[in-house]
């Protein structure tokens, strides 16, 4: 098999397609890079006495665990002196981080959850990482949580690391969705799976079922159908997988199909849905269309949500195409 690196494909792009300008591909470089010390550091486990919690809260009143903050640190250092970046954001603090004066400035913006899927970090569970890459609105002053409001569809570039069995970084930067897989012993990524495709059909769901009391109508209506199996109204048998990381879930889902739900429910309708909008499911709504599927809020496509907080919650239905139509289907009746 010939290989092809993450930089050798970063490059092809940018000469094929032009949808790559080199500052993009160094930046798409530096995260990556970032994400390979996420992915050393995670292997360590104990014996790098990175498991457990700290002794702080992040700004969604969460308690972080220690892989929590060493992987915002990572990511923070790698990504302020490359010059590409104007600022960044992090599930991990409460505001945004212009790029400090001593380092120049660029014209993108990093947003990140630096690491999805927090509970299974103890239980040697798949977790992952998840970004999304803006671009600095026109003739910006210093950097605002205002610049970052942009929707989903001004993503230039969306990505995610998932840390399992293997690492594999999958990424879009609009043409398409590819993935490498980390070679531990050169440590470089190598592309390992071209186009991904989610296919439109699925007999497959996600979502957290301890939660089936709250739910709306319906998401009611909905998962009652996919449990009533061959005799329901679907006439087909499904069958549920539940990660507790949207990173696996999601990766799960690219390839083989299936549809991951995360609703809103009764219980606070000051906070719709769990997973935030800018830097968890903006970016896996870009690259699940980016594979043929789509994503939706239950009623309307998640990219094209106009955001207005930084750190805002989103209903999420994503995956593949005939499932997220039938749920949106739902909540737009009546
Ligand atoms: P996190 O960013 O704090 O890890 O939370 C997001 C995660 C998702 O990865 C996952 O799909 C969901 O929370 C799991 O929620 P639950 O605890 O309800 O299973
Ligand atoms: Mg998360």
């Known amino acids: 098999m010939k290989r092809i690196s993450l930089t050798q494909y970063l490059v092809e792009e940018q000469r094929q ?3 790559i300008p080199a500052e993009l591909r160094l930046l798409i470089e530096v995260v990556a890079r970032a994400c390979k010390t996420i992915s050393h550091s995670v292997g360590k486990g104990a014996l790098g006495e990175v498991l457990g919690t700290a002794e702080t809260e992040n700004i969604q009143g ?4 220690k892989l929590d903050i060493i992987s915002n640190e990572i990511l923070l250092e790698a990504n302020e002196w490359g010059g590409h970046l104007a600022a960044m954001a992090s599930e991990e603090m409460e505001s945004i981080h212009p790029i400090p004066n001593r380092y120049p400035k660029g014209e993108y913006m990093l947003l990140f959850d630096p690491l999805d899927g927090s509970s299974n970090i103890d239980v040697n ?3 992952g990482t998840i970004f999304s890459v803006l671009k600095a609105p026109e003739g910006m002053g210093q950097p605002t949580e205002a610049d970052f409001m ?3 569809t001004k993503q ?6 998932v840390y399992g069995p293997q690492t594999m970084l999958v990424l879009t930067t609009g043409n398409g969705v590819n993935c490498f897989t980390l070679d531990r012993e050169m440590g470089s990524w190598v592309l390992t799976q071209r186009d991904i495709q989610i296919p439109a059909k699925t007999k497959e769901f996600a979502i957290n079922m301890s939660n089936q009391r709250h739910w709306h109508a319906p ?3 909905y998962i009652g159908e996919l449990l009533a199996g061959d005799t329901g109204p679907r006439g087909t048998n499904f ?3 539940w990660i507790a990381s949207m990173v696996a879930d999601v990766h799960r889902i690219l390839n083989r199909g299936g549809i991951f739900m995360y609703p809103a429910d009764t219980r606070d309708t000051s906070m719709p849905g769990k997973l935030r909008l800018m830097y968890e499911a903006n970016p896996m709504a870009f690259i699940v269309e980016q594979a043929g599927g789509a994503a939706t809020d239950g009623k309307q496509r998640i990219m094209d949500i106009q955001p207005h907080k930084l750190h805002q919650r989103v209903p999420v239905f994503l995956g593949s195409l ?9 909540h737009n009746e009546g």
């Open 239 to 241: 069958n549920m997988r």
């Open 62 to 65: 969460e308690v972080q665990k």
């Open 322 to 330: 005939d499932e997220v139509a039938v749920v949106t289907g739902y």
């Open 156 to 161: 230039v570039a969306a990505g995610y690391a």
């Open 17 to 19: 397609h032009n949808t």
């Open 125 to 127: 569970v798949s977790i």
């Open 150 to 152: 942009q929707a989903g």
């Open 219 to 221: 998401v009611q209506r």
